[in-house]
Each structure stands twice: as C-alpha cells, then as structure tokens.
C-alpha cells in the first residue's frame, strides 16, 4: 500500500457508512451482502467495507459494474463498443477479461457476474442493494399511493429525495453510456420533486413546499411550471410580493435566455396576484 492508502485505511471506520448515505430507501441498504450507490459520488460496500481504489485495481471494473447494472444483460460485444470502440477483436477479449476479473475479485467472487445465453450480467439473485432501483421502487410506490394515500406517497418521495444526493456518477470520468441513464434520471427526481411539493402544499405544509419548488427551480431555472409552482407556495404562505417578483425574475430570464414571452398561463397567474388573489 502506498502512504495515502495507509492514512486512507486508518481513517476509514468500516463499522460507520459515510455521512450522507442514506441507510434505507426500497430497502434495507445496511443488511446486504452488497451496497451499491452510484447517485452521487459512487460507492460500493462489501458488508459494512467500503471499496477503495487499490480494490479495483484501475477504473474500467468498476465502471464495468454500473454499467451492466443499468444497461442489463449484454454480450461482449456490446461492452466491448461503450468501454473500448476503438480495440481489436483480440484487444477487446484482453481487456474485457481482465476488468471481469477484477470486477469478480473486488465484489467477492465469480458469482456476482454470470455469463448465460451469450450475455454478460449482474446477478440480481443476490443479497444486495442499489439505490438507482431503491429510487426506482420508491417512485412506483409513491405513484400507487398518492389517490388513495398522500401521506405515504409523500413520505416515499422524501425517500427518494434523501436518496437522490447527486446526479448519478457524479465526478466520474466514464463513457457516453451514462448520459442517456443520468438525463433520463435527473427528469424523474425534477418530477419527483414537483410532486413531493404538490402534496406538501396540499397538505398545508407551505414553507416545505417553497422550499422544495425552490430545488426544482434550481435544478431548471427554464421551467416556467416550476416557477409558477412556487410563486403560487409562497401566495398561500403569505408572501404575496414574493410571489410577484420570483415571476417577474423568471419572465426576464427566459426572455434574456430563450427570447421568449412569459406563457398565457404564467401571464394569468401574475394578473390574479396583482388582484390579490391565487387559485
């Protein structure tokens, strides 16, 4: 081990996960056999051991996890093109199996990886835990529940917040296969978000719910939606004139970014605030 991996080692508690890593969401992260978080800066834990750099022995292995955990079953070809476009037929079988290897070797053991019907995958019939598809559950969940049962659906929602902590693979140099899988992500939490501040403010609970529209105006300061979202949370907490001037903040962005009028809508919210009033 080189010195930083000595003081790195020394530092680690294996017994306490890093400070933001949520313990539960879709299920119980702590128990399994295998935690893997890839929202956010990525990190995988064999129990309660956290994975280091020295574990994979270079970058591609772990990537090589991610990737056949979003992109599901592929054949070496497949890998072959999204990790190394640009290798040889004997290149290719090279280096993939040596990032198979040490892909094996770092989750500990063959079994974690399985080759059927020409296809290379992850074995879901593990005892493990992703939070991508902790996120996933959580958002079918709160979808079912949110007729008949807004308390539970929101209370799945604030699950999914907490385990959104950034876009996924945030930090990492991988290649372009993320970008469709991050997009499609970032949509789903924004939605998520509107969501999880529609039911807080239906509930009463305003200043949640500004606060909420609020990181969704953050994360697309184009949505004209969310802008309207919030200045309606703050109307019915009692601030009016904030509700005024966060839609005359977002009428001069979009026409300095986009070189576009305000919508009908955004134009009829605003008249409805000048009277006094909000639906």
């Not at 109307?235 to 070189?259: K, S």
């Amino acid at each position: 081990m080189t010195l930083d991996e000595v003081i790195d080692a020394a530092r680690d508690d294996p017994e306490t996960p890093r400070p933001g890593l949520p313990a539960a969401g879709g299920g119980d992260a702590s128990a399994a056999a295998l935690r893997i978080y890839a929202l956010g800066t990525p990190e995988v834990y064999r129990g309660r051991r956290r994975l280091r750099a020295a574990d994979w022995a270079y970058a591609k292995p772990r990537e090589l996890l991610f990737y056949l955990l979003l992109e599901g079953p592929q054949t070496r070809e497949q890998i072959g093109l999204a990790f190394w476009p640009d290798a040889t037929k004997d290149q290719l079988r090279a280096r993939f199996r040596t990032a198979l290897y040490e892909l094996r070797r770092a989750l500990g053991g063959t079994e974690w990886v399985v080759y059927a019907d020409g296809r290379y995958a992850f074995n879901r019939g593990l005892d493990y835990w992703f939070d991508v598809e902790a996120l996933d559950a959580g958002l079918t969940e709160a979808d079912r529940l949110t007729p008949s049962d807004p308390g539970g659906a929101a209370e799945h929602l604030r699950r999914v917040h907490d385990l959104y902590r950034a876009d996924l693979l945030d930090g990492e140099t991988a290649g372009a296969w993320t970008s469709p899988h991050r997009d499609a992500l970032r949509r789903r939490y924004a939605e998520a978000l509107l969501s999880l501040a529609q039911l807080e403010a239906s509930a009463g609970r305003h200043a949640a719910a500004v606060d909420l529209y609020r990181r969704a105006v953050a994360r697309d300061e184009l949505s004209e939606e969310a802008h309207r979202a919030l200045a309606r949370a703050l109307a019915r907490g009692g601030d009016r004139l904030g509700a005024l001037r966060q839609l005359d903040e977002m009428t001069a962005l979009i026409r300095r970014e986009l070189d576009v009028a305000p919508s009908a809508e955004t134009t009829r919210l605003r008249a409805q605030l000048e009277r006094g009033g909000v639906t």
